[in-house]
């Protein structure tokens, strides 16, 4: 076994792998950029080596500089993990010719396999099943239209050397077929330096399973059952499972057959990954080979009680396969999905910040939870916007399910826009949880996974509101503990006022619904009225926003996170973002009667309430200005006409600058 590695990548799976080499009594050395200088696998790594700037082409994927950071710290094996190097044969090579072993396949099975359509060709020969198309080498666009019109649509162009859902396009007419070739093509030259394309029947309701293989250098192959990757966005997967839900032993063992032969065919060794394409009545077509360990391993791991990166580590150092495939079972069901920083409202946009705030639920038999970051730590633009893999095990699917469920409503992040609402959404609809599965399932069920807008239920405004009145007392206790009379009245913000009722206002907004909830402090004890209707709330919270509260004798616990004017409240597995409102602003100050409204300092605009050309009352919303960490709603000074806005949404505005066209005149 080795005593030193280094680990060519970053984020989630270099932790993951220093993780076990630790287990293992192995010293690990990490690499990183400018922009990882900080990062969480730099911090867990025994020793650490810079590489370069933030752009992974300046660090990450220079194989000189990997192979000069393995000599320099005297490690004698490298772990690729996925992406980047991992299934590059030149740096594959570079660590050959360099003495250092490559915890991977060997060259010969990376390149043969690293071409779609020269893969396919190999399992041809080996008798793996293959999807009905052209995987030659012909690739004038007119021969390719008439192969595709032979085939029969609907067809898949795929980048021969692609992957991750880049340089694919789907054609139903022909006549449709040479403009998405050439825009595939395109594609497929810059993201991969090559054009070439295969063509390929499109299964209108297929499955993607892929079976785990791994090899030794004895010459022994077995298979660890399969995965179900079949939900997926743009080609990329959102929620994976072990086993596949409807697998028959008679069709995992013909799977399994499969993989190994094609692991076979090329000589591997390590972990690999033989992907299908599946048909609703079970019938299965090779699509591909992954060299390297896939991203959703971990739920393989939770059904066969092994670990993988153990198993690479020692099939690198030489040793055979630690088990036979008749010692191989599966045990219950295990599910992973992928938080992400990204926006499904928004096409799944990735979105950059400062984790402010990151509580993942509490890890043990049933919920694993694996990450490259921490809370505080930044989502760059650089690299992949994953926060974390969260994988779930029970003894059958559905209890599986149950677990996602509770682990996603207690994952609690803030400072960027994140998927883990979306995803208590997928695991949540009917044909996910009924196992009606098809790579098609998120643009099917998009009512159910995009519903409309709407807006927080009454408990949510009285739990921000009850959160802010908390703080408040704690900071006053805080205030009169460092005072020379702790015990003085004027410590109190209980809203005292003399031969008055003790009220005061707090003003929230939600989108565009903004409320304003009447207070009354007696002690311990809140009044708060909101619509008309009062409440008797009471409460604790503790330091990471843990609310503990109790409405008219009803009580509920709820996460109340502060980050700037922001409050993000977590409760019964929804999230919602309310802004604290300045109550004694309403934009008159600043602003002229006519011509242009004022912004009263330096913000950003965040909202436009009005429309361009509406006619509106006096006080009537415009706009809303973020600015000293308060919002501030800029009203119409009388009643008039919005001719328009000098700034757009997300625009930084001076002190002073003009920010509406405004005509006075009758509503």
């Known amino acids: 076994m080795f005593n030193k590695i280094l680990i060519a990548n970053r984020g989630e799976i270099a932790c993951r792998v220093i993780k076990t080499a630790r287990r293992l009594g192995i010293k690990t050395v990490a690499v990183y950029s400018e922009a990882d200088a900080g990062a969480r696998h730099v911090r867990l790594a025994d020793e650490a080596v810079f590489i370069g700037p933030a752009a992974a082409r300046e660090s990450y994927l220079v194989i000189d500089k990997i192979i000069a950071a393995a000599k320099q710290t005297g490690a004698q094996a490298i772990h690729p993990g996925y992406g980047f190097l991992s299934e590059n044969e030149d740096f594959c090579h570079a660590c050959d010719e360099a003495g250092i072993v490559f915890i991977g396949p060997p060259v010969s099975a990376i390149r043969a396999m690293g071409s779609k359509s020269e893969a396919k060709k190999l399992m041809e020969k080996a008798g793996v099943p293959l999807t009905p198309g052209y995987h030659g080498d012909h690739q004038e666009p007119g021969f390719l239209n008439v192969r595709a019109d032979a085939i029969g649509y609907p067809v898949l162009i795929k980048a021969a050397a692609g992957g991750g859902g880049k340089g694919m396009r789907l054609v139903e007419r022909s006549e449709d077929f040479l403009d998405a070739l050439a825009s595939c093509k395109r594609e497929a030259a810059s993201s991969f330096g090559s054009d070439h394309v295969l063509v ?85 077509y090779f699509m591909e080979m992954n060299t390297r360990l896939q991203v959703e391993h971990p739920v393989t791991e939770m059904i066969t009680g092994l670990d993988l990166v153990e198993w690479q580590l020692r099939v690198a150092s030489g040793e055979p396969l630690p088990l036979a495939q008749e010692q191989l079972a599966i045990n219950g069901h295990a599910l992973e999905a992928r938080i992400y920083a990204e926006d499904p409202s928004r096409g799944f946009l990735p979105s950059t910040g400062r984790l402010v705030h ?24 650089f690299y992949d916007p994953m926060i974390a893999k969260l994988i779930v095990w029970d003894v059958n699917r559905d209890r599986a399910l149950a677990r996602m469920l509770q682990a996603l409503a207690e994952y609690r992040v803030v400072g960027v826009a994140n998927n ?44 921000v509101a009850l959160a802010e009145l908390l703080r408040e007392q704690e900071r006053a206790a805080q205030h009169a503990g460092r005072h020379p009379e702790p015990a003085s009245p004027w410590h109190l913000r209980d809203g005292w006022r003399i031969n008055a009722d003790a009220t005061r206002s707090l003003v929230f907004r939600l989108g565009e619904e903004q409320k304003t909830l009447r207070i009354e402090n007696r002690g311990s004890v809140f009044r708060i009225e909101m619509e008309g209707v009062v409440s008797t709330v009471r409460g604790s919270i503790n330091p990471r926003g843990l609310l503990r509260a109790e409405f008219d004798g009803m009580r509920t616990t709820a996460t109340v996170v502060m980050a700037g004017e922001r409050r993000h409240v977590f409760g019964h597995g929804r999230a919602w973002q309310f802004a604290a409102v300045d109550p004694l602003y309403h934009g008159a100050e600043g602003a002229g009667a006519e011509g242009g409204l004022l912004a009263p300092m330096p913000g950003k605009v ?7 050309g509406a006619t509106v009352d006096k006080g009537a919303p415009l706009l809303i200005l973020e600015a000293m960490k308060m919002e501030h709603t800029i009203t119409a000074p009388a009643a008039g006409m919005v001719k328009g806005f000098r700034y757009g949404v997300g625009d930084q505005v001076g002190d002073g600058a003009e920010l509406v066209d405004f005509e006075v005149g009758p509503a």
């Not at 499972?241 to 063992?253: K, N, V």
């Not at 993942?360 to 760059?380: C, K």
Request: glycine share 8%; net charge negative.
């Open 606 to 612: 965040i909202a436009l309430i009005a429309r361009a």
């Open 200 to 284: 390929e029947k499109y299964l209108t309701r297929p499955r993607h399973i892929e079976i785990q293989v791994f090899g030794d250098t004895q010459g022994n192959v077995v298979y660890l059952f399969e995965r179900d990757c079949s939900v997926q966005r743009r080609h990329q997967k959102v929620l994976e499972e072990a086993p596949a839900p409807g697998m028959t032993p008679e069709r995992r063992a013909a799977m399994g057959k499969a993989a190994v032969d094609a692991a076979k065919a090329v000589g591997y060794v390590g972990a690999g990954t033989v992907e299908f394409i599946a048909n609703q009545d079970g019938t299965f």
């Open 358 to 381: 990151l509580a993942p639920p509490d890890e043990g038999m049933h919920v694993r939870v694996d990450t490259g970051v921490e809370e505080g730590d930044e989502i760059s633009p």
């Open 420 to 463: 883990v609402e979306f995803l208590s959404r997928l695991t949540a609809c009917p044909a996910f949880a009924n196992a009606d599965l098809d790579t098609g399932l998120i643009e099917r069920e998009r009512d159910y996974l995009f519903p409309e807008e709407s807006g927080a239920h009454r408990e949510a405004w009285l739990v």
